[in-house]
């Protein structure tokens, strides 16, 4: 009866398999904040498939939440984190990181991608400044894999990357509130225990990848492990049920659920891109995961949005818009049907 | 087979009618951010049971989350929050407070409680220092209803709170992550619309009263109001699934479920006082709620834990330990009859 | 015997008058944090030459100081200020905006100038997102006159600013850490009493115009006014001996002082444009207060530096380097002889 | 004309001694920020006298400012400093601590002062509680050199501070804003170089001690050192002219100077204590320095109030007030004869 949603990748609940064990476990009796049995059996199972057995895994509720969180846990408050300019602790929280004391120090993104290059460069230059010390030092780097424009940083370009961190002893953050989406694409080239090891944190999306909610950060950085639970609780971040995110990442973690969930939702996008680019819609970025972003001229879009939900991205230019097309581990097929028939219907583009 | 839990009231999951409801909504589409119709239905009930049409509802996933967005969303960078010594904020929260950049000035607490009187003081002192730029300023109020021990303001007290803070032009907040116990108690003297007169905003816990997570926090105060959700937003409570909170508050304020639920910890909780009373034990603080404080002797406790979990809530001398009982809207009437049995059985006190 | 200094404008001391009376009045007994007779006289001159009888005038110690006091006066949490990408809050204060928790949102800079244009597109396009409570709320507009890079705002310019900042209901800031010098120069075409009408809040800066240190807040706005002097306390900025700020401004604020001081160094300014310009070299910026910004060759640079300690502001490419040469109050007519016989000396230049 | 001040030790400016010096380097050309030659020399004179070789020494302009730079550079975000109730961090800096992130952890005070015996227990109980992640974490102690209360650590209650900071590893810090009274006062039995050895962080107070303004921070303590700089920038307290520091701790650390002011100081308000004692008051804090505590009728009060400023420290009770009497390097004899003789002719006393 409602328009179909495609604006993001959280408007359903959780995976079934979740729901039913979040039932058949709902009267058990579990002592509180995550230091339960199932988040201990959950944590187990993560440290395995990322292959860092030493890894510390803590549960949080949401992205935000777990970039504050992680950030503030790491900077000394006269340092800043390196990121693109498109980066979601950028643009799309509020400030959540200014709030903590600390200053993005903004790179200009090509594909909501930043380089080893240009992240080496910020450092020297701060290093050789005349009294660096009049400016905010940068300390740590932030990345999100996929980027908020849906695209993946190669193994090369990660490997880089993590070599500059290294040389600057700083850690490198892999924001993953997408990962499996990256991880699931058919264009990716790492594997969650290469990333895990190129990475010093980062963290397992679940709210958007099958859960109700819950983001499982992976600490495999000793230098970064010390009392992170007092940071968590002081972030307001530490769920007093916190099995609830135990039970969520035990079955999300096994039967190759996490990336079972993803590689559905990305070939639902796989269609949705074919079918517009076989009707000259033009790529506003090219992605390989579950997001789409395409320029559309203002008039089709709103013949969209008759049926659709879509996502405004920006104003392209006077007649076009770029609209992310969103699809998650809970789209139905025959909603991308419908789609895909609506787009070939819609008047022959004359761009 | 393991041991019954009565150490807090968040051993257990939710509602069984909750449960249901997220089941019976899981694959509905929902826009995000507590903008979809299941919040704006809960929220239009919250206004309903406390009267005060013109509300402003948000919802919150916990307790430190709500207390330190709402605090932070009304202090000036210098100005502190009055709170008992007791008091959650000052005590078991991580400085969650002071992390926002505010100073929590206590004031003593007789069993949990503060009065008018002392909060009087604390503003008249600090206007009639000589120089109180050099002081922080005092410049809102925190109380618990029920306190963190259980007890109770009577509708006078609260109602001799409040006009203090009128005459002082400075806002009260009631932390009511306990609410429903309070109010549920037969030694309770004020309904939730006269309470929602006095407080300037409060909130209606969920997390510990029935509900997986949440609290729903009421602002009646319209000062107060402004640009609220950039708060929750910046502070990484802005649950991406909203829904899961307006459809357990759905729940929760129909059908007078939440302080049927209140009632039936409640009663236990008597029960389980009458039997401590009984044998002889001290209470630490009278508490008519869900929460029971007795003092016991190190032997009495150590054999009760063999088969429950007990809050340890202090050493009242070297051979005495104050315990913390705690009943919830889950807690089994037969594990109240075994507990009840075992205090009968322990050895004659002799205090 | 040691080079001469032309690489900023706070190498001295003080205006001989203002040393004079420090020692005058050495003994003197006062009351203290800004309270005394000196500081309330000041203030009354500052409120007479500002036109602005019922200001508010607040005495701190440095520019950053200020800056941070002044901006985190003003902010709710989740707001940030808007200002250049050359704007010193944004750059040279190791983040101090940040650390009181909010974002300097930076909008490309020309001649390290914004417009108003560019301010209004920044606050419409908050207001027109989808959500603007993920995004922080551009609370402010801080501009430095003259800029860092010594350019002015006209009249016209400053009153287009003053404008969408009304309309938007949020106040303009001015640091004027050199206001003098843009007052005081030629090009200027707005008075201290204009400017004061202008902008909601400013500060007369005395560090690098004549006194050993001070810079002097003047609120105009009076929604801005309340509990400052909390802010400045609480920031480390309330001098014990607010004395020695009252004496310093009492005297350049007197008999024309402050725009005496700073004519002299305008002048000098100007003789070493010229000199440079006839030379042949190229402005980097058209600045016409006491900064001048000029590419200079590498190896003419080098030749200078045997005598003169020079401002290096940054790589114009592999063979020239942006030099800035700074003029001040206390810069002798006989240096800038030696040094402009010493720039035609320098062998031609070819570029 | 005036009354004569004795309410605080910062009525007068400057030791003459300096402010010549103010005078002679005037017009000197010095670079900035505190690397000038003035500053390391005066840093060298300091390490001399502390016996630190290795020890880094930064200028800070006030105690406030010193503080809350030394803390907030020590703590992590969830971490707060125990100091006492009285201490001057905890009531008269507008909560600069806690702006900065930070709890301040208060222990009972008696005379000013807190015990080795109380902060073991704080620590011991920290760690010792059941999800101690739930509290704030104690991680510095700070106790003050002499007290707020002019009263003074002996050699073993320093030392036996120090060894709990040790076993703890958690680092101690002396404010020094009276270090010299403290030192110069005939009970003290501590020398520098010995209180060097004890503290990892302390400072050598100037604003009450002969300066006109400035506090000589030494970090003894290497884990301290490390981009203290930046600090001291981001809080605001970077003096552009950081010369004026260096200049009047070079005069302050030669010759004795720091001392020989004190001593002049406490001499005179042995003087005060004695005439005061002999009228029959009551010291309400016994006190070996150059502030004085004492228990006066209020009539005798008012009386004295004819002709002298007096610091009013809080009410003893209907008929009794506590006054500060407060003395300095530069208070004149002449003035406490009079003081003497005017408390000699107070009416006889009845308490």
Chains 1, 2, 3, 4 share one sequence.
Not at 214 to 234: C, H, M, P, W
Not at 259 to 277: F, G, P, S, V, W
Request: proline share 4%; hydrophobic share 35%.
């Amino acid at each position: 009866m409602g328009k179909i949603q495609f604006q993001c990748d959280y408007n359903e609940g959780c995976a079934p398999q979740i729901m039913q064990r979040l039932v058949e476990t709902n009267l058990e009796q579990n002592i509180g904040y995550g230091e339960d049995p199932h988040c201990e059996h959950a944590r187990e199972l993560i440290r395995k498939v990322c292959q860092v057995p030493e890894a510390d895994v803590h549960f949080l509720v949401g992205g935000t939440q777990a970039n504050a969180t992680i950030i503030s846990s790491i900077l000394r408050p006269y340092q800043g984190v390196i990121a693109s300019t498109t980066g979601h602790i950028a643009v799309h929280e509020t400030g959540a990181i200014e709030h903590s004391g600390h200053k993005v120090l903004t790179l200009p993104a090509t594909n909501g991608k930043i380089t080893a290059e240009q992240i080496e460069k910020c450092l020297f230059d701060h290093y050789h400044e005349d009294g660096p010390e009049h400016a905010v030092q940068p300390a740590m780097v932030y990345i999100s894999y996929p980027t908020e424009y849906g695209t993946l940083y190669t193994k090369q370009e990660l490997t880089d990357i993590h070599k500059v961190c290294r040389e600057y002893q700083i850690p490198l953050f892999v924001d993953g509130a997408r990962l499996g989406y990256g991880l699931a694409s058919k264009e990716s080239d790492i594997t969650l225990p290469e990333l895990s090891k190129l990475a010093d944190v980062f963290y397992l999306g679940g709210t958007k990848q099958g859960a109700l909610f819950g983001e499982a950060v992976v600490i495999t950085n000793s230098a970064l492990k010390r009392d992170f639970r007092y940071f968590i609780k002081q972030g307001g971040g530490m769920l007093a049920k916190g099995r609830l995110l135990g039970i969520q990442y035990e079955e999300l973690m096994q039967n190759d659920l996490y990336l079972t969930l993803a590689r559905h939702a990305n070939k639902q996008a796989d269609r949705i891109r074919e079918a517009l680019l076989k009707k000259g819609y033009k790529m506003a970025v090219p992605s390989p995961t579950n997001q789409q972003f395409f320029v559309l001229p203002n008039d089709h879009l709103k013949k969209l949005e008759e049926k659709y939900v879509l996502g405004i991205w920006g104003v392209a230019d006077a007649n076009h818009t770029i609209v992310r097309f969103c699809t998650s581990w809970a789209t139905k097929e025959e909603n991308i049907d419908k789609l895909i028939k609506d787009i070939q219907e819609l008047q022959e583009v004359k761009q």
